[in-house]
C-alpha cells in the first residue's frame, strides 16, 4: 500500500520540515514531553499548510508534474527532509543546554529523539483524526443538504455548521466539564490547613481570635502570606534603627460572596488593627489561587523598618491560565472593590497623616490591579504609585505604553516619553535614573525578556515579534530565530508549561524586587553596605528554597 493513499506526500514533507524547526531554542528550557508535544503540533500544522496548498493548486486547475517526476521529486524531498530532521534532533540537546546554561542550571542528558518522535506521532494523529472526523460530519451534512439548496450554499453552511457542533462539543462540554473538576479540586486544596500553620496568637494580628477575619476562612494562600513574612526581630538583624511588626492583612473566598462585602470587611480589618498608620500602604492584587509573592512583598517590609502594612484578596482557586479563562471578570471585580473601599477612606484622612499609598500585581495580579482604578477617579488626589511585575501581554495599559516607547528603546526594556511617569526594570535594573525627575505618582514594571508570560502575542503565528530584534535581553538567546507558526506553538508552549529559576521566566527575585521598591518608594536610613548585605541575605534565601 502506497502512503499517499493515506497521507499526503507534501503535507508529510513540510510537517517534517515544521518538525524540525520545533527543536530550535525559544525563551525557555524544555522539557522531553513538552518538546514532543510542539513537534506534533508543529508537524500536524505543516501538514495542513502542505494539504491546503495541493488543495489550493488543484482549485485553480494548475498544471501537476508526471507521476513518474512526481515519485522522483518525493524521493530527493524526503531525503532532504529527513537530513535536516536528523541534523535539527542531533543540534536540539546543545540548543537546550545553552539555554540552561544562560540561566545558571545544570546541563541535561542528551535529549532522547525517540521518546520525542513517539509522543510527537501520537499527538500528530490524534489531530489528523480529529480533522478527519470534522471533515465526515461536514461532508454528511452537504450531502443531505445539496437535495434542497445550491452545493456551494450547502458547502458553506455545512462548514459552518461544523464548526459550531465542535465548538459547543469542545466548549461547551470537555472543556466545561474540566474546569469543574478543576475548580472543585482547587477549592479542596485551598480549604486545607496544613498542620504546620498555627493561627497567630497576637490579637492585633489577622486571623487571630480577636480578628474581624477567620482563620479558617482565610484560604491555604491566605494564611501562608499571613504567616511567613518576616518580624520586627528580622528586620532588627539588619538595621540600627527603630523597627515595627509589618502588617498583613488578607481576606479569602469564603468569607462572603460579595465582592463588596468582602473588601468592606478588609478595610474594617485594616482599621482594627491600625494599618492607616504606618508610612507605607499596598493593595495587592494576587495571583489566580490568590497566591502572593514573599519575594515581593518581604524587600519592601526590610526596605521600610516593618512601618508597612498589605492588604489582599483572593478572587479564585485557580491557577491564573484556567482562572483567566474561566473567570475573567472575577479579579477584576473583586480588584475593583477593594480599592475602592481602601482609596475612599485613605482620601477622607488628612493628606500629612495618611500614608503613601501603592498598588502590587504579579501576572494575572497585575493585569486585574490595572483594571482596579479609573485614571479619572483618582486625578484630584492620586495615589503614589504602583509595582506590577510580570504584566500579561493581554495587560492593555502596558501594551499601549510598550508601543508608545521612545523610538531608540527596546521592546523588552522600554522608556517611555521623560520617565517622569511610568519606568521599566529588569535584572539589572532601570527605575534609576531617567530623562526628567520622577513624578510624586509612579508606575513601575519588573519584567524579564525571558518572561513568555509577558512577551507573548498572538501575531508571533504570523510575523516576528520586535522584542526578537536586535539589541535583544540579556536572559534571551541569540540562537533563537522566528518561524511563521512554529515560533507561536512553541512561545504558547513557553508561556503553559515553561520553568526557570529565580531571575529568569516568569519567576521574579526578591532581589530584583528590593532595588525596584527602593527606587519606587525612596526610603530612608540605607548605607550601601546595608543594602549589599541585605540583597545578599535574599539571593541567599533564593538559593536555599
Request: no cysteine; hydrophobic share 45%; aromatic share 12%.
Given at each position: 500500500?502506497?502512503?499517499?493513499?493515506?497521507?499526503s506526500t507534501?503535507g508529510?514533507?513540510?510537517?517534517?520540515?515544521f518538525?524540525?524547526?520545533?527543536m530550535?531554542p525559544?525563551?525557555?528550557p524544555?522539557?522531553?514531553?513538552?518538546?514532543?508535544?510542539?513537534?506534533?503540533?508543529?508537524?500536524?500544522?505543516?501538514?495542513?499548510?502542505?494539504?491546503?496548498g495541493?488543495?489550493?493548486?488543484?482549485y485553480?486547475?494548475?498544471?501537476?508534474?508526471?507521476?513518474?517526476?512526481?515519485?522522483?521529486?518525493q524521493i530527493?524531498?524526503?531525503?532532504?527532509?529527513?537530513?535536516?530532521t536528523?541534523?535539527?534532533?542531533?543540534?536540539?540537546s546543545g540548543w537546550?543546554?545553552?539555554?540552561?546554561q544562560?540561566?545558571?542550571?545544570?546541563e541535561?542528558?542528551?535529549?532522547r529523539p525517540?521518546?520525542i518522535?513517539?509522543i510527537?506521532?501520537a499527538?500528530f494523529?490524534?489531530?489528523?483524526?480529529?480533522?478527519?472526523?470534522?471533515?465526515?460530519v461536514k461532508h454528511?451534512l452537504?450531502?443531505?443538504?445539496?437535495p434542497?439548496?445550491p452545493?456551494?450554499?450547502s458547502?458553506?453552511?455545512?462548514?459552518?455548521?461544523t464548526f459550531?457542533?465542535?465548538?459547543?462539543?469542545i466548549?461547551?462540554v470537555?472543556?466545561?466539564?474540566?474546569?469543574?473538576l478543576?475548580?472543585?479540586?482547587?477549592?479542596?486544596?485551598?480549604a486545607?490547613?496544613?498542620?504546620?500553620?498555627?493561627?497567630?496568637?497576637?490579637p492585633?494580628?489577622?486571623?487571630?481570635i480577636e480578628?474581624?477575619?477567620?482563620?479558617?476562612?482565610?484560604?491555604r494562600?491566605?494564611?501562608?502570606?499571613?504567616?511567613?513574612g518576616p518580624?520586627?526581630?528580622?528586620?532588627?538583624?539588619?538595621?540600627?534603627?527603630p523597627?515595627?511588626?509589618?502588617?498583613?492583612v488578607?481576606?479569602?473566598m469564603h468569607a462572603?460572596?460579595?465582592f463588596?462585602?468582602?473588601?468592606?470587611?478588609a478595610?474594617?480589618e485594616l482599621?482594627?488593627?491600625?494599618?492607616?498608620?504606618?508610612?507605607?500602604?499596598?493593595?495587592?492584587?494576587?495571583t489566580?489561587?490568590g497566591?502572593?509573592d514573599?519575594?515581593?512583598i518581604?524587600?519592601?517590609e526590610y526596605?521600610?523598618h516593618?512601618?508597612?502594612a498589605?492588604?489582599?484578596a483572593?478572587?479564585?482557586?485557580l491557577?491564573?491560565?484556567l482562572?483567566?479563562?474561566a473567570?475573567?471578570?472575577y479579579?477584576?471585580?473583586?480588584?475593583?472593590?477593594?480599592?475602592?473601599?481602601v482609596y475612599?477612606?485613605?482620601?477622607?484622612?488628612?493628606q500629612?497623616?495618611?500614608?503613601k499609598?501603592y498598588l502590587h500585581?504579579?501576572?494575572?495580579?497585575a493585569?486585574?490591579s490595572?483594571?482596579?482604578f479609573?485614571?479619572?477617579?483618582i486625578i484630584?488626589d492620586p495615589?503614589h504609585?504602583?509595582?506590577?511585575?510580570?504584566?500579561?501581554f493581554?495587560?492593555t495599559?502596558w501594551r499601549?505604553?510598550?508601543?508608545?516607547?521612545?523610538?531608540?528603546s527596546?521592546?523588552?526594556?522600554p522608556?517611555f516619553?521623560d520617565?517622569?511617569?511610568?519606568r521599566?526594570?529588569?535584572?539589572?535594573?532601570g527605575?534609576?535614573?531617567a530623562d526628567a525627575?520622577w513624578?510624586?505618582?509612579?508606575?513601575a514594571?519588573?519584567?524579564?525578556a525571558s518572561?513568555?508570560i509577558?512577551?507573548f502575542?498572538?501575531q508571533?503565528f504570523r510575523?516576528e515579534?520586535e522584542?526578537m530584534q536586535d539589541?535583544?535581553?540579556?536572559?534571551?538567546s541569540?540562537e533563537?530565530r522566528?518561524?511563521?507558526?512554529v515560533?507561536?506553538?512553541?512561545?504558547?508552549?513557553?508561556m503553559?508549561t515553561?520553568?526557570?529559576?529565580?531571575?529568569f521566566?516568569?519567576?521574579?527575585?526578591?532581589?530584583?524586587y528590593?532595588?525596584?521598591?527602593?527606587a519606587?518608594?525612596?526610603?530612608?536610613?540605607?548605607?550601601?553596605?546595608e543594602?549589599d548585605?541585605?540583597?545578599a541575605?535574599?539571593?541567599?534565601r533564593?538559593?536555599s528554597?
Amino acid at each position: 500500500m502506497h502512503i499517499s493513499r493515506y497521507f499526503s506526500t507534501t503535507g508529510l514533507l513540510i510537517g517534517t520540515f515544521f518538525f524540525a524547526l520545533s527543536m530550535t531554542p525559544t525563551l525557555l528550557p524544555r522539557q522531553e514531553i513538552t518538546q514532543g508535544v510542539i513537534s506534533g503540533l508543529a508537524l500536524a500544522s505543516g501538514y495542513g499548510v502542505g494539504v491546503l496548498g495541493i488543495w489550493l493548486w488543484s482549485y485553480f486547475q494548475l498544471p501537476k508534474p508526471k507521476e513518474k517526476v512526481q515519485v522522483r521529486m518525493q524521493i530527493v524531498a524526503g531525503m532532504i527532509f529527513l537530513i535536516i530532521t536528523v541534523i535539527f534532533l542531533w543540534q536540539a540537546s546543545g540548543w537546550q543546554n545553552s539555554l540552561r546554561q544562560m540561566m545558571g542550571m545544570p546541563e541535561d542528558a542528551t535529549v532522547r529523539p525517540v521518546l520525542i518522535g513517539a509522543i510527537a506521532i501520537a499527538v500528530f494523529l490524534t489531530v489528523l483524526l480529529i480533522s478527519r472526523l470534522f471533515l465526515i460530519v461536514k461532508h454528511s451534512l452537504n450531502r443531505k443538504l445539496q437535495p434542497y439548496i445550491p452545493p456551494r450554499v450547502s458547502f458553506v453552511v455545512g462548514l459552518i455548521t461544523t464548526f459550531i457542533l465542535f465548538w459547543l462539543i469542545i466548549n461547551g462540554v470537555l472543556f466545561s466539564q474540566l474546569l469543574q473538576l478543576a475548580d472543585s479540586s482547587y477549592q479542596q486544596v485551598d480549604a486545607l490547613i496544613e498542620p504546620d500553620v498555627e493561627m497567630p496568637e497576637d490579637p492585633m494580628k489577622t486571623g487571630s481570635i480577636e480578628s474581624l477575619l477567620s482563620w479558617e476562612e482565610m484560604g491555604r494562600q491566605g494564611r501562608r502570606f499571613l504567616i511567613n513574612g518576616p518580624s520586627a526581630e528580622d528586620i532588627l538583624e539588619f538595621t540600627n534603627g527603630p523597627v515595627l511588626e509589618p502588617i498583613r492583612v488578607y481576606i479569602g473566598m469564603h468569607a462572603s460572596d460579595s465582592f463588596e462585602a468582602r473588601a468592606y470587611l478588609a478595610l474594617e480589618e485594616l482599621r482594627r488593627v491600625n494599618a492607616f498608620d504606618r508610612s507605607i500602604l499596598v493593595i495587592i492584587t494576587p495571583t489566580g489561587t490568590g497566591w502572593v509573592d514573599p519575594n515581593a512583598i518581604d524587600p519592601l517590609e526590610y526596605l521600610h523598618h516593618g512601618d508597612v502594612a498589605s492588604v489582599a484578596a483572593q478572587y479564585s482557586y485557580l491557577p491564573s491560565p484556567l482562572s483567566l479563562i474561566a473567570e475573567e471578570e472575577y479579579g477584576a471585580d473583586m480588584a475593583r472593590a477593594l480599592f475602592r473601599a481602601v482609596y475612599g477612606y485613605w482620601t477622607e484622612l488628612p493628606q500629612d497623616e495618611r500614608p503613601k499609598l501603592y498598588l502590587h500585581g504579579l501576572s494575572l495580579g497585575a493585569l486585574n490591579s490595572d483594571h482596579s482604578f479609573d485614571l479619572y477617579d483618582i486625578i484630584d488626589d492620586p495615589f503614589h504609585g504602583a509595582l506590577w511585575s510580570g504584566p500579561p501581554f493581554r495587560k492593555t495599559t502596558w501594551r499601549t505604553i510598550t508601543d508608545g516607547r521612545n523610538p531608540d528603546s527596546p521592546a523588552w526594556l522600554p522608556r517611555f516619553r521623560d520617565g517622569s511617569v511610568v519606568r521599566f526594570a529588569n535584572q539589572n535594573g532601570g527605575l534609576e535614573s531617567a530623562d526628567a525627575e520622577w513624578g510624586s505618582f509612579r508606575i513601575a514594571y519588573l519584567q524579564y525578556a525571558s518572561d513568555p508570560i509577558t512577551f507573548f502575542e498572538p501575531q508571533s503565528f504570523r510575523r516576528e515579534p520586535e522584542w526578537m530584534q536586535d539589541p535583544r535581553g540579556p536572559d534571551v538567546s541569540d540562537e533563537l530565530r522566528w518561524f511563521p507558526i512554529v515560533t507561536g506553538l512553541q512561545l504558547t508552549a513557553d508561556m503553559a508549561t515553561g520553568t526557570a529559576p529565580l531571575g529568569f521566566g516568569h519567576d521574579y527575585a526578591a532581589e530584583h524586587y528590593l532595588y525596584s521598591w527602593l527606587a519606587l518608594t525612596e526610603p530612608d536610613g540605607w548605607s550601601e553596605e546595608e543594602l549589599d548585605r541585605l540583597r545578599a541575605h535574599f539571593v541567599e534565601r533564593d538559593r536555599s528554597n
